[in-house]
Nanobody
Framework: QVQLVESGGGLVQAGGSLRLSCAAS????????MYWYRQAPGKQREWVAT???????NYADSVKGRFTISRDNAKNTVYLQMNSLKPEDTAVYLC?????????WGQGTQVTVSS
């Protein structure tokens, strides 16, 4: 089973930046579509961004222009660069891997943005 390990979360002031990483085990990373989601306390899990195997990206309207998803297939890692952070970005951020019909989730990393 593929393991996904997120890192890079923390406490940051509004307007600041963080870079999240999600490292995947296994040898099929380059063939997987990768996603970032987030879940705030008491709220449903929310899709944030997607990067395809060819590098095409999509973003939720709430983060467009502030967040950038990227991937390094040589390192089996997907990143989420988060700039101009807002208190409403506070959540646990999780990465998801999808290849064919198989989906794997990481455990998440906490991001807290103070006002």
């Amino acid at each position: 089973q593929v393991q996904l390990v997120e890192s890079g979360g923390g406490l940051v002031q509004a307007g600041g930046s963080l870079r999240l990483s999600c490292a995947a085990s296994g040898s099929t990373f380059s063939r997987a579509t990768m996603y970032w989601y987030r879940q705030a306390p008491g709220k449903q899990r929310e899709w944030v961004a997607t990067i395809s195997t060819s590098g095409d990206t999509n973003y939720a309207d709430s983060v467009k222009g502030r967040f950038t998803i990227s991937r390094d297939n040589a390192k089996n890692t997907v990143y989420l660069q988060m700039n101009s952070l807002k208190p409403e970005d506070t959540a646990v951020y999780l990465c998801k891997r999808k290849i064919w019909n198989t989906v794997d989730w990481g455990q998440g990393t906490q991001v807290t943005v103070s006002s």
